[in-house]
């Protein structure tokens, strides 16, 4: 199918119209490009000092999978736009429902100089889950990688309600 009304791009801005994430929890700088299967961001979001997702002074290497989870829900919005996901109206609320063989190659992020990389690819899913695999480089350098599984439209997910008794056998 082809994909004709998203942007073949996207800068901060256009980024956060698009996703949850907003102020300077949005952590992606640019789209630079995406199909159906994949997408390819940059930040530099991990040299700032007030990123958000710091403590005690440092970014941890395991924030890159912040970085990714941004990139998959900027690439659902991308494929509703184009026709190719499940329609949507705005960002909706998903959330990152496991992450798997993660490996973490660096210690931390803030003391990475080069722009980070981050591609996700997504490899099955329908209109309630997705896998991805992703990875977060710097140049040539390959700083994390792993896989992902979100849950799309968390809003509709029905919770149990107070009182219910949970399931033992779980």
Do not use: K
Request: proline content about 6%; hydrophobic content about 40%.
């Amino acid at each position: 199918m082809p994909l004709t009304r998203a942007p073949a791009t996207l800068q901060h801005a256009d980024i956060a119209r698009r996703i949850p994430h907003q102020g300077s929890m949005c952590l992606l700088e640019r789209v630079s490009a995406w199909d159906t299967q994949q997408i390819r961001c940059q930040a530099s979001s991990h040299r700032d000092s007030d990123n958000p997702l710091r403590a005690h002074g440092r970014l941890g290497a395991a924030c890159g999978i912040e970085y990714a989870a941004q990139a998959m829900a900027v690439h659902g919005a991308l494929l509703a736009e184009s026709g190719a996901g499940a329609a949507r109206q705005g960002p909706t609320l998903g959330y990152l429902a496991s992450v798997r063989g993660v490996t973490l190659h660096v210690d931390r992020l803030d003391d990475v100089s080069d722009a980070l990389a981050i591609h996700a690819e997504r490899l099955s899913g329908d209109s309630t889950t997705v896998l991805y695999s992703f990875t977060v480089h710097a140049g040539p350098r390959l700083l994390l990688g792993g896989r992902a599984a979100v849950i799309l439209d968390a809003q509709g997910l029905a919770l149990p309600q107070p009182g219910t008794p949970i399931p033992q056998n779980l």
